[in-house]
């Protein structure tokens, strides 16, 4: 048995009560003693995650406190509003898809009778020498 606990930054932030960013910033700035095993991944001492702990007092409720909090009432209206939006972008999306197979149509009689002239053309200059 190890002499020494080691533990993965996920784990020092579960044990602590803080994110995984805040682990790997303290990692990061030196703040917090790491280093990386010979799979490369980080390793803390508990020892280290203590003593880090006692001196920062950076606890954190959520990895990201300072995001605005948005009320159900006011999700609930956004989703609302987007799923309007995507109704109507299907819709536009319908109706240029069925003016593009008129245009496409269009163009295609088009070119028919482009090539039944060209041909017409062609056999009227054979047969009137």
Not at 22 to 32: D, P, S, V
Not at 48 to 70: D, F, G, M, V, Y
Not at 106 to 115: P, V, Y
């Amino acid at each position: 048995m190890p002499s020494k606990m080691l533990i993965s930054p996920a784990q020092a932030a579960e044990i602590i009560g803080v994110s995984r960013r805040t682990i790997m910033r303290a990692i990061e700035t030196q703040n917090l003693q790491a280093f990386r095993d010979n799979k490369n991944h980080w390793k803390i001492e508990m020892k280290a995650l203590n003593q880090w702990k006692s001196t920062e007092h950076a606890r954190s409720e959520h990895a990201h406190s300072e995001a605005p909090a948005i009320s159900l009432q006011d999700m609930a209206i956004a989703l609302g509003r987007a799923e309007v939006e995507r109704d109507a972008l299907r819709e536009q999306l319908e109706q240029t898809k069925e003016d593009r197979d008129h245009w496409r149509g269009l163009a295609e009689r088009q070119q028919d009778m482009l090539q039944e002239q060209r041909s017409r053309g062609l056999l009227a200059r054979l047969f009137r020498s």
